[in-house]
């Protein structure tokens, strides 16, 4: 094989085309063979190194309204507040996130909160009531400036809308999505066994899936990594106080390879940051020297000769890192 087991990784993460054999395709734009893409996911698989292998969904475009959240707890009450959050099902991620510098009060305990427009403020009250006394920051997005979550690779600028214009769920829909958003079997007949499970023709889920993939909704399906299993330990959150617009700035930490993400979200009053980019490293080290180019980056896309405030938060310890499970009873 020419192709090394980084570039397969890759590719898979990426995710594989709606097409009848979409193993064997994506294997000719890699350069190897399909049985090449298939032994490299059972190895990855053996190691531990894969959480799944399925759909990626837009949340927003689900129904779902989605935030980042964060809270400041002392030091002793931290594991007690994680645990409180950890048997939601609308808490994807939850990290202990420390900064690299040691410096400053922050914000300490950051999780994700994701549920169906029409429950999610009354389930942020219910977190808050949780934590209580300590105050919880809603922080969604307002700008996306890329969302490209792939490890080995450098990773593609992609700005997202943040409102959502498509048509309601259907009953069909769901059952779509449901068998696509766990751990899927994986076969070189991928999509005729999916439609088969669900009753469908299998042209019929291939053409509904393409036409998720255009309008937004089904943003790929692929292999999700346990980043930390395969060694990317340092995870850094870069953020930057940004005055006025942030396009510029946004946009040209998009364009930065080790960036997987990138948002715009409000300011908080213990957090006056408003611009947030994702980094992934092997070493802390590496970690700080991605932050350091990428305050580079900021300063001459604002065009001034030193960079916003800035601090990155280490993820230090992982209290939970789950998919979402969308339509859940």
Not at 90 to 115: D, K, M, Q
Not at 240 to 262: F, K, N, Y
């Amino acid at each position: 094989m020419s192709v090394s087991e980084a570039e397969l990784l890759v590719a898979l993460q990426r995710g594989i085309p709606p097409a009848a054999r979409p193993f064997e395709e994506l294997s000719r734009e890699v350069g190897c063979t399909e049985a090449d893409l298939l032994d490299c996911l059972s190895r990855c698989r053996a190691r531990g190194d894969v959480r799944r292998f399925g759909a990626v969904f837009d949340t927003r475009r689900l129904g779902y309204r989605s935030a980042l959240c964060a809270v400041h707890v002392p030091a002793g009450e931290i594991d007690a507040a994680a645990a409180k959050l950890v048997p939601l099902t609308g808490v994807t991620h939850c990290y202990l996130r420390e900064a690299a510098s040691g410096g400053g009060s922050h914000p300490n305990l950051w999780f994700t909160l994701s549920y169906p427009v029409d429950v999610f403020a009354a389930m942020a009250d219910e977190v808050s009531a949780r934590l209580r006394p300590h105050a919880v920051h809603v922080l969604p997005a307002t700008r996306r400036y890329k969302v490209d979550v792939v490890f080995g690779a450098a990773t593609r600028a992609r700005e997202e809308q943040v409102a959502d214009d498509l048509p309601p769920v259907t009953a069909r829909d769901r059952a779509v999505i449901g068998a696509l958003q766990g751990d899927t079997e994986v076969r070189p007949d991928y999509f005729a066994a999916l439609a088969a499970k669900l009753g469908m023709k299998e042209w019929d889920l291939l053409s509904t899936l393409e036409l998720w993939r255009r309008n937004g909704r089904l943003k790929r399906i692929g292999l999700l990594l346990r980043h930390r299993a395969a060694g990317w330990t340092a995870n850094g959150m870069c953020c930057w106080r940004v005055p006025g617009d942030t396009t510029a700035v946004g946009r040209a930490l998009a364009e930065r390879g080790e960036v997987t993400h990138c948002y715009e979200r409000p300011e908080s009053p213990n957090f006056p940051y408003n611009l947030f980019a994702m980094v992934h490293a092997c070493t802390v080290e590496e970690a700080q020297a991605q932050h350091a180019a990428l305050a580079e980056t900021v300063a001459q896309a604002a065009g001034t000769p030193e960079p916003p405030p800035s601090v990155m938060l280490l993820s230090t310890r992982e209290y939970k890192k789950t998919s979402m499970t969308f339509f859940a009873q």
